[in-house]
Structure formats: C-alpha cells, structure tokens
C-alpha cells in the first residue's frame, strides 16, 4: 500500500487517460512526476497537483508506469474506502502575480476591449497553450 494522506480530499470527474508524455504520466485524471536517483539507481515519482501524498517507485520507466497506474488506483480505492472524494489536480483557479504596471495595462486593454480581468486572463492562457500544442 502507498502511503495516503486523507488530510484533503475533492472530486475528480475529468480523465486524463493512461500513458507517459515528457517527463509526466496520466492515468484516470491524475498526473504524476517521474524522477531519477542516480544513487540508488531508480526512478520514482509522486501525484501532482493534490495535497495528499502518494509516491512509486521502480528501476525502469515501464516498471515506473505501471507501479504509477496501481498507485493511482489504490489512492482513488482508499479515498472510495474512506468515503472521501480523491484531490482534484486541478481546480481550475489560481492566483498571479504580474506587478502593478502590467496589472493597469491588462485592465486597460481588458475594459478597451469589453473584457473582464478574468477573460482577458484566460484568453492570453489560451493563447499560449494553443502556441505550445503546435511545437
């Protein structure tokens, strides 16, 4: 068993699904981290983007994948077990910080072009990820 932390728990309705992109993995709407020790010689990781704490471990990237996929569904079947809804990896809020002079000008642009701060957020966010899909 994988050590959990109840302390937090939110709904996850939103499947990512299965597979390794990058330095990532997803599986059943979690995402986690795949790291190295030279040292000890493995990789292991954790889930990304909760507050409870779930980790795996293994000495090749498939082995690592697949110990990531049984400590996603043993988290989701002890949060299930406990009756607890598992973390979210997203919200879908975050805060930012981007100083005064940017702040005034995004508010400016933003009721210039009959935007909230908000909208005018997301759309430069949307932006910059479409940007980054096409790479």
Do not use: W
Not at 34 to 41: F, T, Y
Request: proline share 2%; hydrophobic share 40%; aromatic share 6%.
């Amino acid at each position: 068993m994988r050590p959990i932390d109840d302390s937090g728990c939110g709904a996850d309705t939103e499947s990512l699904g299965a597979g390794m992109n990058s330095n990532i993995l997803k599986h059943k709407g979690q995402v986690g981290s795949i790291e190295h020790d030279l040292d000890r010689g493995v990789l292991y990781g954790k889930l990304l983007f909760i507050n409870d704490l779930v980790t795996y471990e293994a000495e090749n990237l498939r082995t690592l994948e697949e110990e990531f996929r049984v400590s996603v569904d043993e988290y989701l079947a002890d949060c299930a077990a406990m009756g607890i809804e598992p973390n979210k990896p997203f919200k879908g809020s975050f805060n930012i910080r981007i100083g005064r002079e940017l702040h005034k000008k995004l508010a400016m642009k933003a009721a210039g072009e009959g935007l909230g701060l908000n909208e005018a957020v997301q759309l430069a966010v949307e932006r910059f990820v479409v940007g980054e899909e096409r790479y």
